[in-house]
């Protein structure tokens, strides 16, 4: 980890539930050491653009932060669309999934998958 990530504030934050779960998917995985939580925007979804969440390696232009334990990385352009957010997990009856809290977006879709700004 570098210096920059360990004083760099994170632009998202995860709820408990969320972060259970993400170690959970993390552990099922067996991913190496390389591997991080990625998280960000594409073009796309019904409102125009969606979420990325994921667990992939570090690629060039990506910020790094440690949240609740969780290596993430992050394209330095989609803290623009990102900052603020909250990400959690819900595992109700009538819904199962990660949810996006964003501050950002202006609009959302009916499943909570994508937005506009």
């Known amino acids: 980890m570098s210096a920059i990530a360990?004083?760099?504030i994170a632009p998202v934050t995860f709820t408990p539930?969320?972060?259970k779960e993400l170690f959970k998917l993390r552990d099922?995985?067996?991913l190496n050491?390389?591997?991080?939580?990625?998280i960000g925007v594409e073009g796309g979804g019904c409102s125009g653009m969606s979420y990325?969440?994921?667990?992939d390696?570090?690629?060039?232009?990506?910020?790094e932060y440690i949240i609740d334990g969780l290596v993430v990385f992050m394209h330095k352009a989609h803290g623009l669309y990102l900052a603020g957010m909250q990400i959690d997990f819900q595992n109700g009856l009538n819904a199962r999934g990660f949810t996006f809290n964003n501050p950002n977006a202006a609009s959302t879709c009916g499943c909570g998958?994508?937005?506009s700004v």
């Open 57 to 63: 390696q570090k690629k060039d232009g990506d910020q």
């Open 52 to 55: 990325v969440l994921g667990f």
């Open 6 to 8: 360990e004083t760099m």
């Open 17 to 19: 539930g969320a972060v």
């Open 33 to 38: 050491d390389d591997f991080g939580l990625r």
């Open 113 to 115: 998958t994508s937005f």
């Open 28 to 30: 099922q995985q067996e």
